[in-house]
């Protein structure tokens, strides 16, 4: 099993950036693919980013040029890098992983990004 804690979330306002953490409990080297999601009250659960373990990433469509999704194995982390954030950004943030044959999910934290 592989348990993960988010961090860096908070309030911020629009035009700021946040840096959210994912750290997990077992060495990212055997880890696949890791993920940062959000739900926003009412919406369902979106993607926001992932990335592979050797550094392929993938980014929503409304985030592209403003994240920036990052792993790094040796510290079993990763991170998001949000920039220009913007009021529909705000939501619950979690973070994902990939091993074995299962899905990990954090806990959670909260972005809010004020106008």
């Known amino acids: 099993q592989v348990q993960l804690v988010e961090s860096g979330g908070g309030l911020v306002q629009a035009g700021g950036t946040l840096r959210l953490s994912c750290a997990a409990s077992?060495?990212?080297?055997?880890?696949?693919?890791m993920g940062w999601h959000r739900q926003a009250p009412g919406n369902e659960r979106e993607l926001v980013a992932s990335?592979?373990?050797?550094?392929?990433?993938n980014y929503a469509d409304s985030v592209k040029g403003r994240f920036t999704i990052s792993r790094d194995n040796a510290k079993s982390t990763m991170y998001l890098q949000m920039n220009s954030l913007k009021p529909e950004d705000t939501a619950i943030y979690y973070c994902?992983?990939?091993?074995?044959?299962?899905?990990?999910w954090g806990q959670g934290t909260q972005v809010t990004v004020s106008s």
């Open positions: 077992r060495s990212s080297f055997y880890i696949g693919l």
């Open positions: 994902s992983a990939v091993f074995g044959a299962s899905t990990y």
């Open positions: 990335i592979t373990f050797g550094g392929t990433t």
